[in-house]
């Protein structure tokens, strides 16, 4: 069993900055995939970024591209996601998520994959 905790949410002005943080306890991280995602008020959850277990290969959704990177530490059983350049519609709850075995790149966009998940941290960005 997993368990997964994020931090870092908070308020920030559009052009700011956050670096979330998912701490994992239970079970090391490092032979899991790890992804971020998030869920605007009305709207259906969505992939952020993914990140392989050696940290190698991440993977972006094409509205974070350039702004916001994914990085992991495996020897404190951390994943990360810097954003940078933050927009209004960044605004949404953040989680983060684990899975143990991925078969292709398209896996890694796929939240239906994750079995673990952790409870979620609040991004407000305003204008």
């Known amino acids: 069993q997993v368990q997964l905790v994020e931090s870092g949410g908070g308020s920030v002005q559009a052009g700011g900055s956050l670096r979330l943080s998912c701490a994992a306890s239970?079970?090391?991280?490092?032979?899991?995939?790890m992804g971020w995602f998030r869920q605007a008020p009305g709207k259906e959850r969505e992939f952020v970024a993914a990140?392989?277990?050696?940290?190698?290969?991440?993977y972006y959704a094409d509205s974070v591209k350039g702004r916001f990177t994914i990085s992991r530490d495996n020897a404190k059983n951390t994943v990360y996601l810097q954003m940078n350049s933050l927009k209004p519609e960044d605004t949404a709850v953040y989680y983060c998520?684990?899975?143990?075995?991925?078969?292709?790149?398209?896996?890694?966009?796929?939240?239906?994959?994750?079995?673990?998940w952790g409870q979620g941290t609040q991004v407000t960005v305003s204008s």
């Open positions: 998520a684990a899975r143990l075995r991925t078969y292709s790149s398209s896996d890694y966009y796929a939240g239906n994959g994750y079995g673990y």
């Open positions: 239970g079970r090391t991280l490092s032979t899991y995939a």
């Open positions: 990140i392989n277990w050696s940290g190698s290969r991440t």
